[in-house]
C-alpha cells in the first residue's frame, strides 16, 4: 500500500506566486508557509495512520516544519524525491528536539534531507531491521555548540544499515550508533561535525567505504560506562579520513567535548577493534589515538560501574596510508609533547597510545597475546606517553606492538536488503539496454 504527501494545489498556489510578476514578496512568502503548513498536517497525519507495509512518498520542495515527527509502526517506509530535492527544514521549530523520532522495527528512510532540528536530527530507537539510506542532515549555520548533538542516530537497534548519507554540523556526532548488534556504516560522508562517524557500545559493527573530514574527530569507536551493553568486535576499513581538524564545539561534559582537535580515528576503551586499509592524512593532532576511559578527560569516577572495562584491548591496525598528521596537536600536554620531543618543525607519529593497560590481567608483567595493541603498517610510528605515569617514560619503541591478532568476521545483516529507488531504475534501464 502506498500513500503520498502530496500538497498539490499548496505547490501551484506557490508557483503562480513566484511566477507571476504583479505578486509582492510577501506574498510568495505567505504561499510558501501555507505549503509547508498543509505538507506537515497531510505527513503528520500519515504518519499517525501508517499501517505495516505502507510506503509515505515525500515530493520535491523546502517545507518548514515548526514541530517533531515521529512514527511508532513497524514496516514502513518514508521515501522522498533526493537528499537536496526533499527537504524538511526544522530551522522554525517550536515543539519537541528531534525532526524525525521513530520507536519501530522493519523501518526505511531514503532519499530527503533533514535540516536544522533543535535536537537530534533523526533518531530510531529501540528497532530492528533498519535501513537509513541517501539521506542528509545538516545544521545550516555550520558548527555550533548551539546544533543538534546527533545526525543520525540509531540506538539499540538490531540489524542496521546507513549507507549513502551525509552528515554536517552535529554537535556531537555527524552519525552515531550506539548501543546496538549488528550494523553497516558505508558510503557515507560526514563534515564538519564534532564526531564525522561515532560507534558507541556497540557489537558488531562494519564501518567502510566513508569519507570523514572537517570533524574534530573523524571516526570514533567508543565504551562508555552506565549503558546497557559494552561495546567490542568493529571494523574500520576502506575509508577516507583526512583533515578532521575543526575546533571542538562539544557540549562540556559529554565524551567527545574531550576529543582533540585533529584526530583521525579515536578508539576508546573498545575492544576487538580492526583499523585497515584507510586513508588517513593530515589530522593535526594524530592521524590514530588509542586511549584509556582514563584518560580521555571526562570520566569522573574510576569506579564508575564496577563491571565496566576501560582499557582499550585486542587493537589491531594493519595496512593503512598515513600521510601528515600530527604536526599541530591540540590539548597544552600534546603540544609541549610534540615541541620537546620533535621540535618546531616536527610532528607526533601517526599512532598516539597512552599507554594505560589492566594491570590484573598482566602476565610475567606482559600483556597477553589477544588484549595487545598489535601494528603491522609499514613505517608508521607510535608513541606511548605512558600517561598511568604522568609521562614519565615514554616511548617511541613499536616492537612490543609487532604483533597480529585474530581478524574479525565480517558482517553480514539478517535481513534482505531492497534495492533503493535509484538502483531500482537502474536495474529497469539495464534491462532495457
Known sequence: MKTAAYVGVALAAVMAAACSPEKKESQVDQAQASASADFQKNLLKQLISAQPGDVIELPAGKFQLNRSLSLNVDGVTIRGAGMDKTILSFKDQIQGAEGLLVNASDFIIENLAIEDTIGDALKVNEGE????????????????????????????????????????????????????????????????????????????????????????????????????????????????????????????????????????????????????????????????????????????????????????EGIYIYGNQFTGGGSSPDHLELKALKLAKYGLGGSLPDILWDGVVDAKKMVDGQVPEGLKLCIDNGDAGIINVDASNDFKNISTDITPHKCSLKKLPQIVLEFDQPASAEDEVAQVEAADA
Open 129 to 312: 531491521n533498519i535501513i537509513i539510506r541517501n539521506i542528509r542532515v545538516e545544521w545550516t549555520n555550520g558548527p555550533s555548540t548551539e546544533n543538534g548533538a546527533y545526525g543520525i542516530y540509531p540506538v539499540q537497534t538490531k540489524n542496521t544499515l546507513v549507507e549513502g548519507t551525509v552528515a554536517i554540523g552535529a554537535s556531537d556526532a555527524g552519525i552515531y550508533v550506539g548501543q546496538s548488534r549488528n550494523v553497516i556504516v558505508r558510503n557515507n560522508r560526514a563534515e564538519f561535525n564534532v564526531a564525522g562517524i561515532e560507534i558507541e557500545n556497540t557489537i558488531g559493527a562494519d564501518v567502510y567505504d566513508n569519507v570523514a573530514t572537517n570533524n574534530t574527530g573523524g571516526i570514533l569507536v567508543f565504551n562508555m560506562p552506565n549503558l546497557p551493553q559494552p561495546g567490542h568486535s568493529t571494523r574500520v576499513y576502506n575509508n577516507k579520513i583526512f583533515q578532521n581538524n575543526t575546533e571542538n564545539f562539544g557540549h562540556e561534559g559529554t565524551p567527545v567535548a574531550a576529543v582533540p582537535a585533529g584526530s583521525g580515528v579515536v578508539i576508546n576503551s573498545n575492544d576487538n577493534v580492526e583499523i585497515f586499509n584507510n586513508e588517513i592524512s593530515d589530522n593535526d593532532t594524530a592521524n590514530v589515538i588509542v586511549s584509556s576511559y582514563y584518560m580521555a578527560g571526562y570520566y569522573s569516577d574510576k569506579s564508575t560501574q564496577e563491571a565496566f572495562d576501560p582499557y582499550p
